[in-house]
């Protein structure tokens, strides 16, 4: 799946350009062979398992984030992006970076990056990031809370190339979250609310080992990686432990060339994720919500994926089967294919089709709390289960600097964890929401589908346009996968100008239209009846936003961001309103 994230992206990097020149007669003939050569693009798939990915120094970008929706999300809090760093091949030029941005009241973001050996063998660096953010808004009930929501990441990595024998690379990383946690509860006497929230605190750590080799025909990898994270508190009022969670993952890959056009590969893996004592949700003899203690839950999945590429002049194609066995608390065995096809008959067209199943994903505490910083601290989470899934689409263009795009998608899942809200009665257009069903996940069956188009226009180096459009329905039990507000469309627009190489303006606006989160409720006054679905309103998200950087030089760099400048209201997800207007002005520096 693909976290589509709405992000302003920020060149901070320096443009270098070697010029060659000679004399030459005024007269001479040129001939020019153009060679088309198809690139093979594959889907990546989204393995969530305890690493670290680290990005290169040039690729920092301030990123907008709700911590509440999954991508594309809305805008809600502002951080700078993870400051991972020393992980590419290519040598930069600069060995450290600093970036600091700052918005009233408070929002605030530092990152900082350093490389203390970088040569042609070895490479090792360490990074540090913190990103805070507090406001006080009134939410649904009539509370005015403050929200306080603060992370620090700090991180080493090194790598060492063994020549002529292979890649050793290693990483560990450390990171904590501190929070208030809502908890809003009828008072009943007055049929108003009381904040009974606390704050909370999380930690997390990973530890990864990777080995690259190539042999002749044959490059083949093996890594270990280890994950731990840990909530500091249980839900309030609940007799039960603070919910930990280890994560585990071992993988084995080869890829053997047959030539320059093909090659056939294996992929094996093994991955587990386990939970401490937790809470479950069930309906009493009394038809209400009630939550009961779970001691322990473990996961596991084995993957064996066989393929076989090929590329030709035209196309590219990935032919491969996907077999996965389900081990721990729920078992289970899938196989189907895992396909992927590119056709390029020329350079102002192409198309693309993938076809997958048997697809099987642990979900750890720490990528559900990347989701949403709001998940309900003692729940624990069941894996996504695919049963399949078809995604195509085309890009027309470029014709004198314009492109369309058209996509869409449609899966189907055993399981997949969307949020809902718990209900045992319902007042005024709110849910008395039941106090430990906050920050709910129900794993249920469900049918993912969406599709869109886009319009792309470049004017030389001057000003870049996009305008697109994406729409999915809106049942309990279907929808965008990807959009865990549900919204049923979302219309973006953004303006990029240069009108000098060092200044960037950019202008956008977006709206996600008819959002809404899930209300579950009891059927009837019969416990196995089932139950009813409908929708809570979140609020549309209509955001204009704007942005400019300025690069001095290729070392120095000043930026502002601003996001939601006509301060529309919305909820980010249920429950938790949205900042108002945010943003970041900050420096950015290399060295």
Sequence with gaps: MNILRHATAYTLGACFAAVASAQEPLSKEITVEKEIIPQEREASRLFQQPQLVLPAIQQKRLNWTDRAISAPVTPGITI?????????????????????????????????????????????????????????????????????????????????????????????????????????????????????????????????????????????????????????????????????????????????????????????????????????????????????????????????????????EHYSARLGVELTAQTGDVSGVNIGPDVRLDWMPSQQFSLYAQVQSAYIKLNTLGAMMDRNHYINPSIAYMPTRMKGQLDFGLVIGPFAGASFEVWGGIGKYDFANMPVIYSNSFTGNNPAVYPMAWGMYLPMKFNSIHYGLAFNYNYRDVARLRVSYEGAPQKHDEGYIEWQDRAKSVIEASLTVTPIKPLDLTLSYRIRADRATCLMQAEGDEIFKGYLYSFVDLGNVNSLNFSASYRFNDRFTIWANAENLLGEKWQLTYGIPNVGLTGLVGIGYKF
Excluded: C
Aim: proline share 4%; hydrophobic share 35%.
């Design 80 to 312: 700078l992006p993870p400051s991972q760093y020393a992980s590419t091949v290519e040598r930069q030029l600069y060995r450290g970076y600093v970036d600091v941005g700052y918005f009233p009241s408070f929002q605030l973001g530092a990152s900082a990056g350093y490389r203390f050996v970088d040569d042609e063998f070895t490479r090792a660096g360490a990074w540090l990031q913190y990103d805070g953010s507090q406001y006080s808004k009134k939410n649904i009930y009539g509370i005015k809370p403050t929200f306080k929501d603060h992370s620090l990441t700090i991180g080493a990595d090194l790598s060492h190339k063994f020549e002529e024998i292979g890649t050793l690379s290693a990483n560990i990383g450390y990171g904590m979250n501190s929070l208030w946690f809502p908890v809003p509860e009828y008072t009943y006497l007055d049929g108003t609310m009381a904040d009974n929230g606390f704050s909370q605190t999380a930690n997390r750590f990973g530890l990864g080992v990777n080995w690259d080799t190539k042999l002749g025909a044959l490059d083949i990898t093996a890594g270990i990686n280890y994950g731990f994270f840990g909530f500091s508190k249980p839900y309030t009022g609940i007799d039960i432990k603070a919910l930990k969670n280890n994560s585990f993952s071992v993988s084995l890959g080869g890829k053997y060339a047959l030539g320059q056009k093909s090659a056939i590969g294996a992929d094996i893996s093994y991955s587990s994720t386990a939970f401490t004592e937790h809470m479950d949700i069930i309906l009493d003899s009394d038809y209400l919500f009630k939550g009961f203690k779970v001691p322990s839950t473990s996961y596991g999945v084995v993957e064996f994926h066989p393929y076989f590429l090929s590329q030709g």
